[in-house]
């Protein structure tokens, strides 16, 4: 089912209609790899790691969904630090950053790419 | 070598020299004997009134000076001799102690007028616990009237006794006016007026001739001649220096009385110090605790070595009698020379208000002194300012609120000098709170508290230091965040009214962006309170934090842990079978909670409704372990089964959890109910505690364990239960609608204005005339709880998003492990992957 653009294999995850509004979902990819994906107000989805750096935990996915001064972001359900949801940046602690995947939606499913 | 300091008397004073001996001397320089005449230590004398709240001695105890081995305490055996000359007391018992120092802190005793008749029985004082028993036994024989001699301050607290006994009473004074030494003619007519609308008859000017008995009791005969019938006497005309083992053993005594000392609170004898209402400073006697604590200070510090001199007292005294505001502070008689008296008078409102100032054409007047009945809002501000130039015309300072456009407190803090007391019960500066703001970042009132002490004892200091918390530049921004600028408060009250029921429209009409983890969940706790359904329907699922909207509680490896609701932890063996099977079968770790219930842990997100439709079946439903709600209502035994016990404290545990179940409140809400007395519930740290009396339930609000911990204050005694909960109804709707959010009910109350007297104005006196919304409110709560487990259960579009993956529904996060420990799973933890500093960190404040 994948298919390869630029070095990139997007791998289809789920139908849109399961994302709901200002909310996320876990997701586990081939190899074993678990990513937290989001639908934002505007429609956009984003694609982070579920990897909570701060506790070790693949909680992010299950964070509570808002801006801070505009910046989309969600916050960790463990210990409410920030990340942006388009770049990963930790908005407490600029030394933290996780990992991000692009992700977009082809005929109503959600894609994600793995590199 | 240890030298040996003893101490007579074991009052408040005696108790404070004490601890401020022992908290400097720390190389152990004085070994202290203290000896008492009183059966019990040092307690509260100053709050002795409000041991007719609780009948309870235990709440009048004063901190500090247990196991310390420098201090022995001998209570119950008073000094009968001093001999100066082998430097020995001798106590009633014939024991004889040696000192190397001795001070004598034996208070005062009641004056009691030599009229005829005034030792029969059904006479009584009014100065200790004793007095206090004697005249609530006596009052129960002989309902009916009560006289009280004296219409000081203690003579009316004593009248309010009688009162709360149900008593018809009396008081007479000699003097023309009540409380003739803190008011003045006009202040005294207005307080008259005011107590007599209680249903005391007062009786000025008059002297008692005698006391004779009667019938049916006893009989006051006053100097023109009325005669007043009375079931009992109290009385309370003024206190004496008890200074007779000074005079015995030759000590300068004062003029009037008192162990004569001079400003290092020293007598005749340099080895004999006396402080508290037995000492006369240079001749003077002070009847109040405050000087009374100076002295202690000063004698601690000379015992070491200090040169701490009297300070000199101030006499300044504010007080609710009755409900009526009464103060006074400087020259409130404007005895100075030339000293001009402005006056606000208003009979009709009763309030009275007078600024005394000097009469200087120049600096437009120095505050004097003043007296305030009725409305006592200014007096912590103005009391700074005696001796100062005032920063406006006094006419305006006691004006009425609007009359002048100024507010009602009249002057701003900003206009006391840095040095000014701004808590005078604690004696702490406006330089020390400034202090505690800029350098100690105290970022709110709760803060400024528990760093310097101010506002703690009385409260009346509270506004300024909210004041002063701005004028430091702290924000006292209320915005909930950066979505609404509105309190949570205000939130709450704006969707009641408007009726809107979903954040989106919300954040739209009265906010801004797209909401954050600060106002998403606490929106949907108010839609919660406010009764709008499931927590997890419509839009709300995507507001609640991660507990909320699993409806258990994230551990740390991101499993959950699950605690089915035990009301008061009662619970058959059979249900205990239910528990133990589910936690066996999904292997949970399992652990007894400090809320008399069972927390499982270990349950991942697809197994949560696996769990709870086992514990649902067999008549469980959630404990809301999870939320910011209603958690247990903790019990003991109580009367059923306990030789204690004096009420059903399990049944109306479990009644009072099963009412308030499922409340969305603005932080966690915790209660517990004893049976009797012994508190084995310890019901006295939680929000609202209910503990048995003989007559009914004392209820006490705003306690707390936790990070800061607070014992309850007592807000009724004796209710029944009817009232109990009513009152506990009106409590929490109240506490839901007006608190913070994550506000505890103790920060709560703290930090509101008026503190715990006004929330018992609200809640038990209904001052705002909501009590009938508020039950209202709680009514709807009771009757439209469900079980919020059962509604996931029973919803499969809720029931679908329990899953651990949205492309893979039945496999397991493969991240979560366990290991084995003391026989149970606990769980292996991820390594944390490239944070600096990681494992330290706290939650992120913002």
Known sequence: MTTAVDEQVWVPVCDYAALEPESGVAALLPGGTQVALFRTGDGAVHALSNLDPFSGAMVLARGIVGDRDGVPVVASPMHKQAFDLRTGQCLDDDRVRVTTHAARVVDGWVEVAVT | MTRTLVVVGHGMVGHRLVQALRDRDSSGVWRVVVLGEEPRAAYDRVALSSYADSWDATR??????????????????????????????????????????????????????????????????????????????????????????????????????????????????????????????????????????????????????AVESAVDGLRVVLSDGTELAAGLVVFSAGVRPRDELARACGLAVGERGGVLVDLACRTSDERVYAVGEVAAVEGRCYGLVGPGYAMAEVVADRLLGGSATFPGADTATKLKLLGVDVASFGDAHAVTEGALEVVHNDPVSGCYKKLVVSDN?????????????????????????????????????????????????????????????????????????????????????????????????????????????????????????????????????????????????????????????ICKPVVASVLASLGTGHVLQGDQVSLQDTNDRFLANMQRNGTYSVVPRIPGGEITPDRLLVIAEVARDFGLYTKITGGQRIDLFGATVDQLPAIWRRLVDAGFESGHAYGKALRTVKSCVGSTW?????????????????????????????????????????????????????????????????????????????????????????????????????????????????????????????????????????????????????????????????????????????????????????????????????????????
Not at chain 2, 174 to 196: F, I, S, Y
């Open chain 2, 60 to 209: 009048l105890a004063l901190d500090g000076g247990h196991n310390d081995d420098l201090v022995e305490l001998r209570l119950g055996d008073p000094v009968t001799a001093i001999d100066r000359t082998a430097r020995t007391v001798t106590t009633a018992s014939g024991r004889r102690q040696s000192y190397d120092a001795l001070v004598l802190a034996t208070g005062s005793r009641p004056f009691v007028p030599p009229v005829p008749g005034h030792d029969l029985p059904g006479c009584f004082t009014y100065r200790t616990i004793e007095d206090l028993d004697a005249i609530r036994a006596a009052a129960g024989a002989a309902a009916g009237d009560g006289v009280v001699v004296g219409g000081g301050l203690l003579g009316l607290e004593a009248a309010n006794l009688l009162r709360r006994l149900g008593l018809r009473t009396r008081v007479v004074e000699l003097a023309p006016r009540l409380m003739p030494l803190q008011v003045d003619e006009g202040g005294g007519a207005v307080l008259r007026r005011l107590v007599e609308r209680l249903d005391l008859s007062v009786h000025c000017g008059v002297s008692t001739r």
């Open chain 2, 361 to 517: 054409p120049r600096d437009a007047g120095t505050l004097l002194g003043g007296v305030l009945v009725g409305d006592a809002s200014s007096y912590a501000t103005l009391r700074t300012l005696v001796g100062r130039t005032l920063p406006t015309d006094p006419g305006s300072l006691i004006a009425p609120a609007g009359a002048t456009g100024a507010t009602g407190s009249g002057v701003g803090v900003d206009a006391l000098p840095a040095d000014a007391q701004v808590c005078s019960c604690n004696a702490v500066t406006k330089s020390r709170i400034q202090e505690a703001i800029v350098v100690d970042g105290c970022a709110d009132v709760p803060a400024i508290k528990a760093c310097t002490r101010a506002g703690t004892a009385c409260g009346s200091c509270v506004p300024m230091l909210r004041q002063l918390l701005s004028s430091c530049g702290v924000e006292q921004s209320t915005a909930l965040c950066e979505h609404f600028p509105q309190s949570r408060a205000e939130l709450f009250e704006i969707v009641r009214a408007t009726g809107v029921r979903t954040f989106g429209e919300l954040v739209a009409r009265h906010g801004r962006g797209r909401g954050c983890d």
């Open chain 2, 642 to 846: 306990c030789r204690y016990g004096v009420q059903d404290s399990v049944g109306l545990a479990i009644e009072l959890e099963l009412r308030y179940r499922g409340l969305r409140s603005p932080h966690k809400v915790k209660a517990a109910v004893s049976g009797c007395a012994r508190e084995c519930a310890e019901a006295r740290n939680k929000d609202f505690g209910i503990i048995a009396t003989e007559e009914g339930w004392n209820l006490y609000v705003g306690g707390n364990g936790g990070f800061r911990p607070r014992h309850a204050d007592l807000l009724v005694s004796d209710v029944d239960k009817e009232t109990l909960v009513r009152l506990v109804d009106r409590f929490l709707m109240f506490y839901v609608r007006t608190a913070d959010r994550l506000q505890r009910t103790s920060t709560w109350i703290e930090a509101m204005e008026g503190g715990l007297d006004h929330l018992r104005d609200v809640v038990v006196e209904d001052s705002l005339g909501i009590a009938a919304d508020l039950e209202a409110a709680m009514a709807e709560h009771v009757a439209n709880y469900a079980d919020e487990w059962r509604g996931v259960l029973e919803d499969p579009e809720k029931l679908a998003r329990f899953t651990s993956f949205v492309n893979a529904p039945g496999v397991p996060d493969p991240s979560i492990s366990f290991r084995a420990e003391r026989g149970q799973r606990v769980p292996v933890l991820l390594p944390v992957p490239g944070v600096p500093g990681a494992g330290e960190v706290a939650e992120v404040k913002r």
